[in-house]
C-alpha cells in the first residue's frame, strides 16, 4: 500500500473471491495463485498497480460478496479522493490507463468506467462523494447499483482507452490462456 499521489484516488484490488468459476470450469485452486507468465495473477495486477504511482489497498479478508469487499476496502480508506475499482484477476490492465481513469474522474462527474473497443470493463473509478454508496455496499453485485445510480443522473464519463486488459478477466483456465497470448504479445515473445 502506498501513497505516492495524495490527491488521486486510491486503487482499491479485490482479492477476496473464491474463484469458484475458475474451479467449476476446471481450473486448480485459486485463479489468483495461476501462473500467468511465470508469476502468479494476482502479482501481475499489483505490479500494474505500483507502476501506476497511485494510491491502492489490496482487499483480501475473504469477504461474503464483491459488495462486502468493496464496502469494506472504503471504509478502511476513508480519506482518498475516490477510488478506482480493480478485481485481482485483471493481471493486463495498464499502468497509464489507471492513470487515465483516476485523471478522468473529478470535476462534475462521479463515476468513471473505461471501455475497449465498446466493451465496459474495470476499473471503474468513483469520486469521494459516492463514499457512503459504497461503505454500504453487500453481496455479489460489487458497486453495479452506485454506477447505474450514478448514470441515472449524467454522471458518468464512458472513457474508450487502447487496452484489452480492462476487459481480460481470469474468470477459466480458457481466459488464462487467452491472457499468456495476449501477455507474450505485449512484450514480443
Known amino acids: 500500500m502506498t501513497t505516492t499521489e495524495a490527491n488521486s484516488p486510491t486503487v482499491i484490488v479485490l482479492a477476496s473471491g473464491r474463484g469458484e468459476r475458475f474451479i467449476a470450469a476446471g481450473g486448480t485452486g485459486s485463479k489468483l495463485k495461476a501462473l500467468l ?105 460489487g458497486a453495479s447499483s452506485v454506477l447505474r445510480a450514478m448514470r441515472a443522473i449524467d454522471s458518468v464519463i464512458d472513457l474508450a482507452v487502447d487496452d484489452a486488459g480492462v476487459v481480460t478477466d481470469i474468470d477459466t483456465p480458457e481466459a488464462l490462456a487467452r491472457a499468456e497470448a495476449l501477455w507474450q504479445a505485449r512484450v514480443g515473445a
Open 37 to 141: 507468465a511465470g508469476r502468479p495473477v494476482l502479482e501481475r495486477t499489483l505490479d500494474a498497480v505500483r507502476a501506476s504511482g497511485l494510491p491502492w489497498h489490496l482487499e483480501d479478508a475473504g469477504h461474503p460478496g464483491m459488495g462486502d469487499s468493496i464496502a469494506a476496502a472504503v471504509r478502511a480508506t476513508p480519506d482518498a479522493a475516490g477510488w478506482l475499482i480493480l478485481p485481482g484477476d485483471l493481471p493486463l490492465v495498464q499502468p497509464a490507463t489507471l492513470r487515465a481513469v483516476a485523471a478522468a474522474l473529478g470535476g462534475r462527474v462521479n463515476a468513471v468506467q473505461p471501455e475497449y473497443r465498446g466493451e465496459r470493463g474495470h476499473p471503474v473509478g468513483f469520486a469521494a462523494g459516492c463514499w457512503a454508496q459504497l461503505a454500504a455496499l453487500e453481496g455479489n453485485l
